[in-house]
Structures are given as structure tokens and as C-alpha cells.
């Protein structure tokens, strides 16, 4: 497989403060790719800069070749690099339906082929059957999976989630992890960040760890849940970090 998005030695200051150091990593095409690490670890920073939101005080992000270092969100969305973000931002007063056609409204299409289009992914992430309710009268989770229609509705070649599954139950998460296999099987090759530690052991092909702005593991799921300097970093955190310290572990036996 080829890479798709590259991440050179990729370094974010803010003053005297390293959030990123030096982080370097690829993903393949096809693949589904985890960016894990305890809380302040570098992770949404690293997104921000892979998708023009930062720029990086030092090194580069490829995306199909292409430097991403000084081209504009709507740019990089433009080159087929689309994301969604932790938090929700639909339209509470408008309908599910209506916000995602609001999402649709730059593409050249008419009024039937966008509104057919809305239907197709309203379907895709299991919302159809909500589209004319209100967006704020949707569960967390399922505001969430707006997001996501939002973000495929741009087309994408690679899709970056940003915690996809925060707020959401057990049973919520099963769907969404469907989902995700869902969009890879369409051909998108996705990056996640997530903390729900079975549910990234479960998805994903590789997974990316950093602490302190630093990788310090990179490897297949197996290989990563008995790694000591990632168990090291999670126990080190505190009682939050030590429980998905723990999930890791639980993860590795399940």
C-alpha cells in the first residue's frame, strides 16, 4: 500500500511550551490508524496541524504528496483530507436533514442531487430514520454522527475522527465501530485519536502513541498493549490514566 499522509518530523511550540516534538509517522492507503497517548499527550494539536488549523513551528505533513504546511483548512479539505471535531457543532434549531444540506451547499449539484445525496448519507451513518427532527433533540452521540456525515460529505480520500466515540454507550460504540469499518471498505483511509482503549485495540490496523508530545510507540494493536513504555506513561497520569491503563491490559485478555 502507498502512503497517503506523512508526518515529518513535525515539531508545535507555543513560547517556551513543546506541545510536539519531533513526531514523524505514515498512514498507508486503506488503513485504519490510531494517535493515542494520556491527556495532554500532543494528539489534537497534531490534528490541528494536519489539517491547517496550527501551523507547525518545524517539519512538514504530506498529504499525497502535497505539503500541507501553508495551504488553508478549506484547502485541505478541498484535497480530499477531510475531519470531524471533539466537539458537536450542529444547527440545534434546524433538522438532522437540513444540516447536513447545509454541509452540501457548496458542491455543484441541483436542489434533487443534493437532497438525495443528504438522504444517502443520513443512511450511511444510521440517521435516516431521524432526519426531520431537530439536530439538538439528538442524543450526544448521534450529534456527533452529523459530524461524520458532514465530513463524508466532502468526499474524502482520508477521514481524521477526533474521539469519535466520546459520549457514547457500549452499544453506541459497537455501531460506530461498524461504521468506521464501513467507510474503510469504501476506500477512505482513516486516522482516529480516541481514548476508548478496547474499542481502538479493536479497529485498528496500527496504532501511534505519544506522550508529552513525543512518540515513544508505534506497531500493531498486540504489540502495543504490552509495551512498556506505553503501560508506563498511561500509570503515570494518575487515577483516569491508570483506569485506561487497566482497559489496555483488559483489552489484551479479552
Known sequence: MSTIL???????????????????????????????????????????VMTGFLKPSQGDVRFKGTSLRNLSPHAITRLGLARTFQRTSVFPNDTVFDNVMIGLHQQSAGETQLRDRTEALLDW?????????????????????????LALATEPAMLLLDEPVSGMNASETRIFVRLIRQIRERGITILLVEHDMPMVMEVSDRIVVLNYGRLIAEGPPDRIRTDPAVIEAYLGQGSAARQAAASVQEAAHA
Do not use: C, M
Open 125 to 149: 451513518v444510521g440517521l435516516g430514520h431521524r432526519a426531520q427532527e431537530k439536530a439538538g433533540s439528538l442524543a450526544y452521540g448521534e450529534q456527533r454522527l452529523v459530524g461524520v456525515a
Open 6 to 48: 506523512s508526518v515529518e518530523h513535525v515539531g508545535v511550540r507555543f513560547g517556551g511550551l513543546v506541545a510536539i516534538a519531533d513526531l514523524h509517522f505514515e498512514v498507508r492507503e486503506g488503513e485504519i490508524v490510531s494517535l493515542i497517548g494520556p491527556n495532554g499527550a500532543g494528539k489534537t494539536t497534531a490534528f490541528n
